[in-house]
């Protein structure tokens, strides 16, 4: 049964909306990679995944103060991003893979005749790209990135823009994501909100505080709420 949480029983779902980074897609072997070269070509050891895993859904900004201890308003910080994103692009696929058993998930969702899309802060160039790379960005009913509207998470606009092109109210949708913006935005769009457990969650993250429904520790417990 899914964990103790307002979940909407009395509204059928019809859409699941998916954060990438952490959620559908298991992208820090790829983001670390990049990282790490970055590291080497100045002389620097490689990190461990462990340690460049739990900000792997929070972006470049947060990914660059794990790997060289440097803040957006630090001297040469724009340098070493684009430097850190080219890289990464160039990488953006090498070791990327749905999460297990995430694409029977998304085939089951199918088979029930509902929709699922993506809502992520990955910029557009990057984030259409990785998932024609995965083969289900022609799968997906909505594609929202981080460039798509002036808002980004945790405005509630992209998901509320997702449920739009879904053809779904917001109380009809589920929104998983791994990260504290996913469950505020969600649950701010009015949206069963779940967080993914199996995701890129760190130890300062206190899912106890988030305004989420439930939480789920892998793919399949996705379907204990679309019953």
Not at 76 to 105: C, Q, S, V, W
Not at 109 to 131: A, D, M, Q, Y
Not at 163 to 172: N, V
């Amino acid at each position: 049964m899914p964990e103790t949480g307002l979940i909407q029983t009395l509204t059928k779902i019809n859409t699941v909306l998916f954060d990438l980074d952490g959620t559908l897609a298991d992208t820090a072997p790829d983001l670390a990679y990049a990282l790490n070269l970055q590291r080497t070509q100045r002389g620097l050891p490689e990190m461990p995944l462990e340690e460049i895993r739990p900000a792997a859904s929070h972006g470049s900004i947060a990914l660059l103060k794990v790997g060289f201890q440097i803040e957006p308003e630090d001297e040469g910080f724009d340098e070493l991003r684009k430097e850190y994103l080219e890289l990464y692009e160039a990488n953006l696929n090498t070791h990327t893979t749905l999460f297990p058993g995430m694409d029977a998930i998304l085939d089951e969702i199918e088979s029930r005749h509902l929709n699922w899309g993506v809502v992520t802060n990955k910029p557009g160039w990057l984030t259409e790209p990785l998932l024609e790379a995965l083969n289900v960005k022609h799968r997906a009913v909505c594609v929202i990135s981080g460039d798509s509207l002036p808002e980004r998470k945790p405005h509630p606009a992209p998901l509320l823009h997702a449920c739009k092109l879904a053809g779904s109210e917001a109380e009809q949708c589920i929104y998983i994501g791994d990260a504290e913006r996913d469950i505020v935005a969600g649950h701010r769009a009015g949206m069963t909100t779940l967080i993914a457990m199996f995701g890129y969650l760190s130890e300062a993250d206190d899912p106890d505080s988030w305004p989420a429904d439930g939480r789920i520790h892998s793919p399949a417990e996705i379907l204990e709420w679309i019953k």
